[in-house]
């Protein structure tokens, strides 16, 4: 049985989610941007700035000149994929929690993403191809386009959604150095209610962080 913190929560939850901000802060400064942990959580566990853009080559921005700090969710998921068949590839199915005050949070905050890490664990084949973790993010205008398209499912906590997930690797000799990722949505057809059907692939873009700085790139003035 799993240990169990004072609140009710899994331990090993705990942690993982502890990992993926750590993870999701390690990716910010390897992509030369700040990152640091909220001391309180009030639905956002993470702020990002870029204090040293004006350094970059090509900027015209004065040192020191104000910016837009970005504020992020972080998600994580521990992930085991197994084959189904023989010579099947290995494939997983799970979703994130996301309390809807939340969701409603990073939908009015145009300056905010949702980060989300899927962790695998050492005894898959996906960890065996050299990959311990698959990290992307989506902006607050990219989950307004998700909601509206129905990928945010009722949670048996009604307090809560679902952001559905199928994780399978490509094939060897893919080009696409990513594992193949779809969210799943809500099938709307008529006497499917409560199943999911095939909604978004998740882009390749999103999954570079270097380029969630422009969330905080501040508005051009005429």
């Not at 921005?61 to 970005?70: N, Q, V």
């Not at 990219?142 to 559905?164: I, M």
């Amino acid at each position: 049985m799993a240990w169990q913190s004072q609140n009710g929560v899994p331990t090993r939850s705990l942690y993982i989610g502890a990992a993926g901000e750590h993870y999701i802060m390690s990716e910010c400064f390897r992509h030369r941007m700040e990152a640091f942990k909220l001391p309180i959580d009030k639905g956002f566990d993470l702020i990002v700035t870029h204090a040293y853009h004006h350094l970059d080559p090509g900027t015209h921005d004065a040192p020191g000149a104000p910016e837009i700090p970005i504020y992020l969710q972080v998600k994580s998921l521990q992930a085991k994929p197994e084959a189904q068949k023989a010579g099947q590839r290995p494939e997983w199915r799970s979703f994130f929690r996301i309390k809807r005050v939340d969701l409603d949070l990073l939908l009015r905050t145009r300056n905010s993403a949702l980060a989300c890490v899927l962790f695998v664990e050492e005894n898959s084949s996906i960890y065996i191809h050299g990959r311990t973790a698959f990290a992307w993010w989506h902006s607050s205008e990219q989950l307004r386009a998700l909601a509206s398209s129905g990928h945010f499912v009722d949670d048996v906590n009604p307090a809560c959604v679902q952001l559905n997930v199928r994780f399978i690797e490509r094939s060897e000799g893919a080009r696409n150095e990513n594992a193949y990722l779809k969210l799943m949505r809500a099938d709307r057809r008529h006497g499917h209610a409560g199943d999911l059907a095939n909604g978004e692939n998740v882009p390749l873009a999103q999954f570079d962080f270097g380029s969630l700085a422009r969330l905080g790139e501040r508005p051009h003035l005429p």
